[in-house]
């Protein structure tokens, strides 16, 4: 049964997604509902409605702050001198926060957007500031490459390392899982540093 609210509207939605993401950490996606929300804040489960419009609101929501961590965990990732280096650094790094993240980074995957729902312009804004990290990395690399160029190079790098994360992180791997992850990823980086170098050198 509901109870009277106590909690300022902002503090119920902090409340929400705080349930909402230790119940998708437990029990994955499939768990998610309002009356079990509702269960755990000690409110009623039309609570929610007042808060969010729908459960697909509340999974946007967890993904727009999964990213917002993401960008912040990447932006804490030291780089130094070394170029290559800090790509490998950069793939580790992203490949880590997915993994120890795993419950919550299946929501990519597992979550669909519903017919005319756009994509949140905050996921989209945190997913190009992303970007930026990885093509600032790769300009000293290919110096000479246009902006737009290391634009697609980096988005292209990181969908092969989104490829790795998506396998991993859902543990149906047969030899990419949890633990073979990292492994992958520094293959990837290695073949695609080679490539960027190769086709720098021809040019």
Do not use: C
Request: glycine share 6%; charged share 20%.
């Amino acid at each position: 049964m509901g109870r009277r609210s106590v909690h300022s509207p902002e503090e119920l939605r902090q409340l929400i997604l705080d349930a909402s993401q230790t119940i998708v950490e437990r029990n994955g996606i499939t768990g998610l509902s309002a009356r079990e929300i509702a269960r755990m804040i000690g409110y009623s489960p039309g609570t929610l409605y007042n808060i969010f419009e729908n459960l697909d609101d509340v999974l946007l929501t967890l993904q727009v702050q999964l990213m917002g961590r993401t960008l912040e965990h990447m932006k804490r990732v030291p780089l130094g001198p070394d170029n290559d280096k800090n790509i490998e650094a950069l793939a580790y790094g992203y490949v880590d926060f997915a993994l120890v993240n795993r419950r919550m980074w299946n929501l990519f995957l597992a979550h669909s957007l519903p017919p005319g729902t756009s994509v949140p312009v905050l996921l989209h804004d945190y997913t190009n500031s992303l970007m930026d990290i990885v093509r600032g990395a790769l300009e000293p690399i290919a110096p000479h490459e246009p902006r737009e160029s290391l634009d697609a190079m980096a988005r292209a790098f990181w969908a092969g390392l989104n490829g790795i994360t998506a396998i991993a992180a859902t543990e149906k791997g047969v030899y990419l899982t949890p633990a073979t992850a990292q492994s992958y990823a520094k293959e990837l980086t290695t073949l695609f540093l080679k490539g960027l170098r190769s086709e720098a050198a021809h040019r």
